[in-house]
T-cell receptor, first 114, second 109 residues
Framework: DGGITQSPKYLFRKEGQNVTLSCEQN?????MYWYRQDPGQGLRLIYY???????QKGDIAEGYSVSREKKESFPLTVTSAQKNPTAFYLC?????????????FGQGTRLTVV | AQRVTQPEKLLSVFKGAPVELKCNYS??????LFWYVQYSRQRLQLLLR??SRESIKGFTADLNKGETSFHLKKPFAQEEDSAMYYC???????????FGTGTRLQVTL
C-alpha cells in the first residue's frame, strides 16, 4: 500500500522535552516537507528537503530540527526551544518532474504540550 | 520572498451559485501554482495545477501574471464542494512549496 505515513497520530509532551515526529514514504519521491497547521493560519512551512542529506529552513524553522538520512524518511524534532509547539503537523512528499508535479500528504500528527 | 494570499477565510454560497475563491501571489520568478483541497476527515489533496490548464470537478483556475492571481472558479456550486481550499506556490530549484491561509467554502441549500 503506497503512500505517506505519519506517526503517531496523537502525541503529548511535557514542557521542556524534545519530541520527534515520524514521516515515512514509499513513493520514491525526492522532495519532502513539514508544515504546521494552526486555525486561521493555513499551512506554514517548517523545513523541506529536495534530496537525501540536504534540507532547507522554511518560514518558521526556529525551535525545530530535521534529518534526511534516507530518501523515504524525514523525521521532525520539536525541541524545547519551540515556544508554542501545540499544533497539527503535516508531512508531505512531492513528485516533481517530467511535466507533472503533485504533493502527497500524510494524515498528520496532533502534538499537545501538557 | 514568495507569498500566497487568500483574503477570504470563509465563503458561503448557495447551491447552484457561482464560486470564486481568490488567490494572489508574490514571486519575482516564474511561478508554478496549485489548488489543494481538504474535504472533511480526508487528507489534503491536489485539485488542479495551472500548468495543465485542466478542469477538475467543474473547477478551473487561470494564472494571470499581470495581476499575480490564480483564482479558483466554478459556475455552479454543489454541496459536495464544501471543503477547505488552499492555494500553493512552488518556487526555486530547491522546490519550496508555500501555501496560503486557506478558504473554507460552504455550500448551502
Amino acid at each position: 500500500d503506497g503512500g505517506i505515513t505519519q506517526s503517531p497520530k496523537y502525541l503529548f509532551r511535557k514542557e521542556g522535552q524534545n519530541v520527534t515526529l515520524s514521516c515515512e514514504q514509499n513513493l520514491n519521491h525526492d522532495a519532502m516537507y513539514w508544515y504546521r497547521q494552526d486555525p486561521g493560519q493555513g499551512l506554514r512551512l517548517i523545513y523541506y528537503s529536495q534530496i537525501v542529506n540536504d534540507f532547507q529552513k522554511g518560514d518558521i524553522a526556529e525551535g525545530y530540527s530535521v534529518s534526511r538520512e534516507k530518501k523515504e524518511s524525514f523525521p521532525l524534532t520539536v525541541t524545547s526551544a519551540q515556544k508554542n509547539p501545540t499544533a497539527f503537523y503535516l508531512c508531505a512528499s512531492m513528485l516533481h518532474g517530467a511535466g507533472y508535479t503533485e504533493a502527497f500528504f500524510g494524515q498528520g500528527t496532533r502534538l499537545t504540550v501538557v | 520572498a514568495q507569498r500566497v494570499t487568500q483574503p477570504e477565510k470563509l465563503l458561503s454560497v448557495f447551491k447552484g451559485a457561482p464560486v470564486e475563491l481568490k488567490c494572489n501571489y508574490s514571486y519575482s520568478g516564474s511561478p508554478e501554482l496549485f489548488w489543494y483541497v481538504q474535504y472533511s476527515r480526508q487528507r489534503l489533496q491536489l485539485l488542479l495545477r495551472h500548468i495543465s490548464r485542466e478542469s477538475i470537478k467543474g473547477f478551473t483556475a487561470d494564472l494571470n501574471k499581470g495581476e499575480t492571481s490564480f483564482h479558483l472558479k466554478k459556475p455552479f456550486a454543489q454541496e459536495e464542494d464544501s471543503a477547505m481550499y488552499y492555494c500553493a506556490l512552488l518556487t526555486g530549484t530547491a522546490s519550496k512549496l508555500t501555501f496560503g491561509t486557506g478558504t473554507r467554502l460552504q455550500v448551502t441549500l
